[in-house]
């Protein structure tokens, strides 16, 4: 157990020191794309090329996962990070910048899957919830110094932030392959048996809404958070260290409640409940966000909303680490897969609805994250009958 707790503690700094990498880029985005003339569409469209490599490659990637080994996929996947970061540092053209977001998709559909799969190997269903907690903690305190360094690294050069991510991403790799050892694969026999194969799996009772609620919740997300950073910019004057200002302390606040309450809230509330609480909270604060003017009322709304982003992600992935049995990997890409869908649409109608009305894009992440705790009244959790109903039928 102590060995398992030394694995995860090296796993989740080598995703602290990723995400450290990528938080670094967030303030100085603004920036660049005012330097090139780029519009907000544009930045929807080139948010949404990151998100669509991650989609075409998530189920293969899920699959390799389990096929090859965790490692070998977080090793590539933090390497093809590192290419993409240098490869955006070092662009002048639209062209150069569209590539390097692909090649950042290909890098997460590559990790995410992976470090799930990891982490519920080296688990059980009673401490899973503790560790995903943990994990989406690393990768907001990542967010949390990365913009903090970010925006004061562009007082440097607007293209620096870019070379430290690259850096980040290259330690992150070489950590992996000296600290990591593949882990051995064991579940529980309260895990749910896989009847289903291939991609039929995804419409299964017990995966199907979950999915949903993820597409149409990230739809929503991914509208918000691709363009709060050009919202800020432009309708409020923000600078890059009012930008980093903001994101870090709402990813502190996260970091907190992922860490001192995530557990317990799953405890009491169970995923499917805390998963619509957090969509609530958020959807609620998202369409304020629109009518805020102070500069502290900005900073706490932005701190609140990000810490419901905070706790529905690892909620949904501890549902579905759940019941994913022996499949951890197909379960992670597809979790993966989905996001994805929702990410290439989100920043896609959201830019084109920002360059029309900047309170555009928050309107209509107010409307997709409605629809998506209207999925969570009709989702429920799957008792030990529904397994065998579920058996019999597959």
């Given at each position: 157990?102590?060995?398992?707790?030394?694995?995860?503690?090296?796993?989740?700094?080598?995703?602290?020191?990723?995400?450290?990498?990528?938080?670094?880029?967030?303030?100085?985005?603004?920036?660049?794309?005012?330097?090139?003339?780029?519009?907000?569409?544009?930045?929807?469209?080139?948010?949404?090329?990151?998100?669509?490599?991650?989609l075409v490659?998530?189920?293969?990637?899920?699959?390799?996962?389990?096929?090859?080994?965790?490692?070998?996929?977080?090793?590539?996947?933090?390497?093809?990070?590192?290419?993409?970061?240098?490869?955006?540092?070092?662009?002048?053209?639209?062209?150069?910048?569209?590539?390097?977001?692909?090649?950042?998709?290909?890098?997460?559909?590559?990790i995410m899957p992976a470090v799930t799969a990891f982490i519920a190997d080296i688990t059980t269903n009673e401490t899973r919830p503790k560790a995903l907690g943990y994990m989406s903690a690393a990768i907001s305190t990542g967010f949390i110094i990365g913009p903090g360094i970010g925006?004061?690294?562009?007082?440097?050069?607007?293209?620096?932030?870019?070379?430290?991510?690259?850096?980040?991403g290259l330690t992150a790799m070489i950590l992996s392959v000296f600290t990591l050892r593949?882990?051995?694969?064991?579940?529980?026999?309260?895990?749910?048996?896989?009847?289903?194969?291939?991609?039929?799996?995804?419409?299964?009772?017990?995966?199907?809404?979950?999915?949903?609620?993820l597409l149409i919740s990230s739809f929503g997300l991914a509208s918000f958070e691709s363009l709060f950073?050009?919202?800020?910019?432009?309708?409020?004057?923000?600078?890059?260290?009012?930008?980093?200002?903001?994101?870090?302390?709402?990813?502190?606040?996260?970091?907190?409640?992922?860490?001192?309450?995530?557990?317990?809230?799953?405890?009491?509330?169970?995923?499917?409940?805390l998963i619509r609480y957090s969509l609530i909270g958020s959807t609620l604060l998202v369409l304020v966000m629109t009518y805020v003017t102070s500069y502290l009322a900005i900073i706490l709304v932005t701190m609140v909303v990000f810490v419901g982003f905070d706790l529905m992600r690892p909620a949904v992935t501890t549902y579905l680490s759940?019941?994913?049995g022996n499949e951890q990997g197909f379960v992670g890409?597809?979790?993966?897969?989905?996001?994805?869908?929702?990410?290439?649409?989100?920043?896609?109608?959201?830019?084109i609805l920002f360059d029309v009305d900047l309170n555009y894009p928050f309107y209509f992440a107010t409307v997709m994250l409605a629809i998506g705790i209207a999925l969570t009244f009709v989702w429920r959790e799957q008792q030990p009958a529904d397994l065998t109903a579920e058996q019999k039928t597959s």
């Open positions: 157990m102590q060995n398992n707790k030394l694995i995860l503690g090296t796993l989740l700094l080598n995703l602290f020191i990723a995400f450290l990498g990528i938080g670094l880029v967030i303030p100085v985005t603004p920036t660049i794309m005012n330097e090139l003339n780029i519009s907000g569409s544009t930045v929807g469209y080139m948010v949404s090329a990151f998100a669509f490599a991650q490659l998530s189920p293969l990637a899920g699959r390799a996962v389990d096929k090859y080994g965790r490692k070998p996929m977080i090793i590539i996947g933090l390497f093809i990070f590192s290419m993409s970061e240098l490869l955006f540092g070092l662009g002048q053209s639209v062209e150069v910048l569209f590539a390097s977001r692909i090649l950042g998709g290909v890098s997460a559909a590559f925006g004061f690294l562009a007082d440097i050069g607007t293209r620096v932030p870019f070379f430290f991510a690259a850096a980040f593949e882990p051995e694969r064991h579940y529980e026999q309260t895990t749910i048996p896989q009847q289903k194969t291939g991609f039929r799996k995804v419409f299964s009772p017990l995966y199907f809404i979950a999915f949903m609620v950073a050009l919202f800020v910019d432009r309708k409020f004057g923000f600078t890059a260290k009012d930008i980093a200002l903001a994101i870090s302390l709402g990813a502190i606040v996260g970091v907190i409640v992922q860490v001192g309450l995530f557990e317990r809230l799953t405890r009491w509330f169970g995923e499917i409940r759940k019941i994913a890409g597809m979790n993966s897969m989905f996001t994805s869908i929702g990410n290439i649409l989100g920043p896609i109608i959201g830019g």
